[in-house]
């Protein structure tokens, strides 16, 4: 039961809280929305957001799941399938890892779109 209460009762308790503080009245509307709007604008990036947004990982030393959860931050769709073929493919220097990837991922009918997302997160040194 307690475990019942912790796994349903958090969530809707942060929740109600988030809720709460977007509908006050006071007549100060905009200080209560600013922490809001920063959490929602630095928890969420775009499909195809800066690299600079979303920070650059080196896929010749991150795990495959920090490169997922990069490509998770960029908006990448089946980031899980990508860093896979990714991390499969190394390793990169910076003069080949656009052309190798271009060729590689090309095989599985990448969009240019999530390519260039991917690109812009990988940084190997």
Known sequence: MTKRIVQFGIPVLLAAGLLAGCGSNDGDTAQSASPTMSVVVSSTVAPGGSAAEVGQVDPNTASQSQIQAA???????????????????????????????????????????????????????
């Open 71 to 125: 490509f998770e931050a960029a908006g990448v769709s089946n980031a899980g399938k990508w860093a896979k073929e990714v991390t499969e493919y190394g390793p990169y220097s910076p003069d080949t890892i656009s052309d190798t990837l271009t060729k590689e991922l090309g095989k599985y009918g990448i969009d240019e779109q999530t390519l260039n997302t991917i690109l812009s997160v990988l940084a190997p040194q």
